[in-house]
Nanobody, 118 residues
Framework: QVQLVESGGDLVQPGGSLRLSCVAS????????MAWFRQRPGTERDFVAD???????NYADSVKGRFTISRDNAKNTVYLQMNSLKPEDTGVYYC????????????WGQGTQVTVSS
């Protein structure tokens, strides 16, 4: 079965850190561009970060310097390390197998909830 499964979401205080994981199965994620998107309350799903098969990365301006996307090809897993979390980072985070850079594909994970609150 071709799927993505996210995990790692939690309730954290502002300034805290969290690492999200996206485990791919049924395909070699190392061969494609992978991305993280998030859907914040009352907003549309938007881009957070992506990583190419060559490990080139790109970030939304709102998370630059705070978030890091990485991949462990041996584990067929993509990560999103989130530091210096802010309340506005709250939302459901989704992993995506991109069609090409900047263009999301149809394969999404179920999402994992991140809540940043005091």
């Amino acid at each position: 079965q071709v799927q993505l499964v996210e995990s790692g979401g939690d309730l954290v205080q502002p300034g805290g850190s969290l690492r999200l994981s996206c485990v791919a199965s049924g395909f070699a994620s190392s061969m494609v561009n992978m991305a993280w998107f998030r859907q914040r309350p009352g907003t549309e799903r938007d881009f957070v970060a992506d990583i190419t098969s060559g490990r080139n990365t790109n970030y939304a301006d709102s998370v630059k310097g705070r978030f890091t996307i990485s991949r462990d090809n041996a584990k067929n897993t993509v990560y999103l390390q989130m530091n210096s979390l802010k309340p506005e980072d709250t939302g459901v985070y989704y992993c995506n197998r991109m069609r090409t850079r900047k263009i999301p594909g149809d394969l999404w994970g179920q999402g994992t909830q991140v809540t940043v609150s005091s």
